[in-house]
């Protein structure tokens, strides 16, 4: 049912097509030869072999001519771009902090931030850090602490708030790590956790948890808009408020927050920190001129800060929230009914498959959740993302498969066609192979490693 217009059932595409693009539709032959080039690694496929990509919703949104339109009269300057004055404008309206730093990417402000921040044999919790995050802190010494509630561990609880951070853990890390935490974090929506939210009294314990320790709060915002749609629909006392007020309390309770624009902010490239700590920024734009660019454009074109300016707008929309949940929902009920066992309750951006739960006969060493992502290729011309031992590199609490959605690009006949191919896919699912590592790199090794069947 649509919460923005109860008189209708279905939940429509809120936009018209005005561009197109067509699919490519390679045979199972040509697929089954690409994996093997690829060694089964689907981050080594090449796009125009792939009908369906779901490997990552992260800047591959189909912008809107709002921002088309916006692009057009950007301003290239070096410095003092009145595009960094639009963009600057509109981070500061969205999320409270003064002070905001242009980057070319979510990974560009993790590496800043935490390189101001972070020292060897620190620790940093979160409830659940995703790859590049982690990668980030690690590489500099420091701990990655993942502290999620245990619902959260558990694909198959119906919490509406999986995303939590356990405050009792959290307090216990604060307590146990004083002096070592230089900065605590809560990443929204939980990726890692499958695309799960944070509700707001969460984010409120949290803040006040890190202020009473002195440790500065920041938020991975990434998906913050589909944060605030959650608490708005899922959470008690919230549901008459909109999206937009809703965030800015979420920021509004930190000291900074993270942003890969690739996500909520409906671009194909950007991202960004913005912070009310003023005593951070001469190191943050001394990296930032250093690695990235000068701090009016961070790595950017810009007519990309232009068109982030307008996709952070676009984010809030309630009837744009209503539909890209409702394609989560749509495609994790119509896997559920045909025997794939999903991560629930859906998140807003993906559906994530509980491979360890469909493919019972392979062991964790097997790598099921690589073998599956393999397998919808082949079988589907399917691109989706391991989450799990692979990209973690040590055995997974969860062995997950993400179907991540791109924005605005696909319709629900795409879906539909997709739920009828994995028929197929679960009628032939006990003859699934496992994989092995043959090749792999020290740090995020998904992204390059390659692997064999077994047997």
């Known amino acids: 049912m649509s919460t923005t217009d109860p008189t209708h059932r279905t939940v429509i595409e809120p936009f018209k097509v005005k561009v197109m693009e067509p699919l490519p539709f390679p045979t199972l032959a040509e697929r089954e030869r690409v994996l093997a080039l690829a060694g089964w690694n689907l981050f080594l496929v090449r796009a125009r072999d792939v009908t369906f990509d779901f490997l990552t919703d992260s800047g591959t ?63 940093v919790p979160s409830n659940n850090h995703f790859d590049t995050t982690r990668a980030n802190l690690e590489q500099l010494g420091a701990t990655a602490l993942d502290l999620v ?34 900065l605590g974090m809560i990443t929204i929506t939980n990726n890692t956790g499958g695309g799960q939210p944070v509700s707001l009294a969460n984010l409120r314990g949290a803040a006040e948890i890190y202020r009473r320790h002195g440790i500065p709060f920041v938020i991975d915002a990434c ?33 900074a927050c993270l942003m890969s ?19 951070w920024l001469p190191a943050l734009r001394s990296l930032l001129i250093l690695t990235e660019g000068f701090p009016t454009y961070g790595g950017l074109a810009a007519r990309d800060l232009e068109a982030l300016a307008v996709g952070l707008e676009e984010a809030l929309d309630e009837r744009y929230l209503d539909y890209r949940t409702a394609v989560s929902r749509y495609m994790a009920d119509g896997l559920t009914a045909r025997g794939v066992p999903v991560m629930q309750p859906p998140g807003g951006h993906a559906v994530y498959i509980d491979a360890r739960a469909f493919l019972p006969h392979l062991d964790a060493a097997e790598l099921p959740a690589q073998a599956l992502a393999c397998e919808l290729y082949r079988a589907l011309g399917v691109r989706s993302c391991e989450i799990g031992s692979v990209m973690f590199g040590k055995v997974a609490a969860m062995e997950l498969v993400r179907l991540a959605f791109p924005r605005r690009v696909y319709t629900q006949a795409h879906f539909d066609y997709i739920l009828e191919g994995f028929e197929e896919v679960v009628a032939r699912k006990d003859a699934i192979r496992g994989l092995r590592i043959v090749e792999e790199p020290p740090f995020l090794r998904h992204f390059t490693a390659r692997f064999e069947p077994l047997g």
């Not at 949104?61 to 963009?87: H, I, K, L």
């Not at 509109?90 to 020292?119: I, Y």
């Not at 913050?224 to 006392?237: C, D, I, L, T, Y």
């Not at 624009?261 to 005593?279: E, H, L, P, S």
């Open 61 to 123: 949104t189909a912008m809107s001519a709002a921002q088309w339109a916006a692009m057009m009269v950007a301003d290239e300057s070096y410095a003092g771009s009145r595009s960094f004055e639009r963009f600057e404008a509109v981070v500061r309206d969205v999320t409270g902090f003064p002070h905001v730093v242009p980057t070319h990417q979510g990974r560009a402000a993790e590496r800043l931030l935490f390189q101001t921040l972070v020292k060897p044999g620190d620790v």
């Open 223 to 255: 998906r913050f808009a589909e944060n605030a749609w959650f608490v708005k629909v899922r959470e008690p006392g919230q549901g008459e408020r909109t999206p937009r007020a809703i965030a800015r309390e979420i920021f509004d309770l930190a000291d």
């Open 149 to 182: 509630i245990a619902e959260g561990r558990d694909p198959r609880s119906l919490h509406p708030f999986k995303g939590e951070i356990d405050l009792g853990r959290l307090e216990a890390c604060c307590r146990e790590h004083a002096g070592r935490i230089p």
């Open 261 to 279: 624009g690739k996500k909520d902010g409906m671009v194909n490239i950007g991202g960004f920190i913005a912070t009310r700590q003023g005593a």
